[in-house]
């Protein structure tokens, strides 16, 4: 499995590891994302792996909803560093 470089950034601040905290989920779903979504380019059939991206994407997308509603700053935070959405002005 390929280490993914922004473990060490989301660790450094939490001074530890926490795989249960949501900013750590989201970048494994992320993860996981781009990776069916560079196999999804290869094979555009494979129906099993769409499925599985959808629910993932539903996944990441109910966590991030759950880390705006609490806590605003982690959120903008967590979406600049992943590069995960535009940045909405308003």
């Known amino acids: 499995m390929v280490k993914n470089p922004f473990i060490p ?3 450094q601040e ?3 590891e926490n795989p249960g905290s949501v900013e750590f989920q989201v970048l494994n779903f992320t993860t996981k994302i781009r990776r069916l979504t560079s ?3 290869l094979h555009k ?3 099993l ?3 599985g991206l959808r629910k993932i994407l539903g996944k ?3 966590l991030l909803s759950y880390l705006s509603k609490k806590n605003v700053i982690r959120y903008k935070k967590l979406i600049n560093q992943l590069g995960i959405r535009e940045s909405q002005t308003r």
């Open 9 to 11: 950034v989301i660790s």
């Open 14 to 16: 939490k001074k530890e």
């Open 39 to 41: 196999h999804l380019e």
């Open 45 to 47: 059939k494979d129906c």
């Open 49 to 51: 792996s769409q499925r």
């Open 60 to 62: 990441r997308q109910r």
